[in-house]
């Protein structure tokens, strides 16, 4: 039965998505699967779910997607410069852990977790860039970022709970995305039709200093 169960529940994912910042496409997407950033940011936000509803199936689900995502640090500067921190968003040795600790005595499930966190390193993995930085409360900071034609692009913004941040991509006058929602997360996603740098924007809309990782394909 737990076999059949978790299948069932990653096909649910797209009902625990990241919030999206708003997306305008310049040209049809590539490809209608989502990339490595949108895994990610599911992943993050299914975990945090399990753990507010105590539910080990829903963590481990977590887990294993994100067992499935190879993060590589990018010393990526942004405009005004800011110190590079160690990322604060759980890995998925963290939530294989949690997992276990939410199972307890369920020894059926306990079991099924151990099989997946050993099965994990078997699994193909997928890659994306993260720069983790600290951002003033008030303050904003500005990156330029190159990305190919014709590919699905996506930008990932994932905060560490402290402050409300907003995402804004502009590529020459054109908007990508327009993030104003009162959270610290929010994912872009675009085609462009040719070779261009864009320009990523991080706003800290609280007078709190916060830290935040951005997230890239």
Do not use: W
Request: proline share 7%; glycine share 6%; with cysteine.
């Amino acid at each position: 039965m737990l076999r059949l169960f978790l299948p069932a529940l990653l096909a649910c994912l797209p009902l625990t998505a990241p919030v999206r910042a708003e997306t305008v496409t310049l040209t049809p997407p590539a490809a209608k699967t989502p990339g490595a950033v949108s895994q990610f940011m599911a992943a993050q936000d299914l975990f945090a779910l399990g753990r507010a509803q105590n539910d080990p199936l829903a963590v481990l689900a977590a887990a294993r997607l994100s067992a499935r995502i190879k993060a590589t640090e990018a010393d990526r500067t942004p405009e005004p410069k800011a110190e590079a921190l160690p990322h604060s968003h759980p890995d998925a040795t963290t939530m294989f852990t949690a997992a276990k600790a939410l199972a307890a005595e369920d020894t059926g499930v306990t079991d099924l977790i151990a099989r997946s966190e050993a099965e994990a390193t078997l699994l193909p993995t997928r890659t994306l860039l993260s720069s983790t930085r600290g951002i003033e409360g008030a303050g904003s900071q500005t990156y330029t970022l190159p990305f190919f034609a014709g590919s699905l692009a996506e930008i990932g913004l994932l905060g560490d709970g402290k402050a409300n941040l907003d995402l804004t991509v502009v590529v020459g006058e054109e908007t990508l995305c327009l993030n104003r929602d009162p959270a610290d997360r929010a994912l872009c996603s675009f085609v462009l039709p040719e070779n261009a740098s864009v320009t990523v924007t991080i706003t800290n809309r609280s007078e709190t200093a916060a830290s935040y990782s951005l997230l890239t394909n």
